[in-house]
Nanobody
Framework: QVQLVESGGGLVQAGESLRLSCAAS????????MGWYRRAPGKQRELVAA???????NYADSVKGRFTISRDNAKNMVYLQMNSLKPEDTAVYYC?????????WGQGTQVTVSS
């Protein structure tokens, strides 16, 4: 079992920044990849960024150069620094991982970017 809790969402104007945090607990010692996902209204959930335990990262093309994912293994935390936010970044953001064939998600945190 893995529990994930996101925080840090909010309402910002275009061009501003937000930092999302994800606290992981439970059977996390076996987790390699942690990811941030988002679901915009009327759209499917998509991968925003992912990071391995060793620090390798990958990003969706739409956020490259603007978002940075990081991880503190000692604190069991994953972060998403979002800069130069755009209205199209508006979505519910989820922290997620997969362990032993099961997907785990947090409850999500709303990010709203006004133009």
């Amino acid at each position: 079992q893995v529990q994930l809790v996101e925080s840090g969402g909010g309402l910002v104007q275009a061009g501003e920044s937000l930092r999302l945090s994800c606290a992981a607990s439970g059977s996390i010692f076996s987790i390699n990849v942690m990811g941030w996902y988002r679901r915009a209204p009327g759209k499917q959930r998509e991968l925003v960024a992912a990071i391995t335990k060793g620090g390798s990262t990958n990003y969706a093309d739409s956020v490259k150069g603007r978002f940075t994912i990081s991880r503190d293994n000692a604190k069991n935390m994953v972060y998403l620094q979002m800069n130069s936010l755009k209205p199209e970044d508006t979505a519910v953001y989820y922290c997620g991982t997969r362990l032993y064939g099961l997907n785990y998600w947090g409850q999500g945190t709303q990010v709203t970017v006004s133009s």
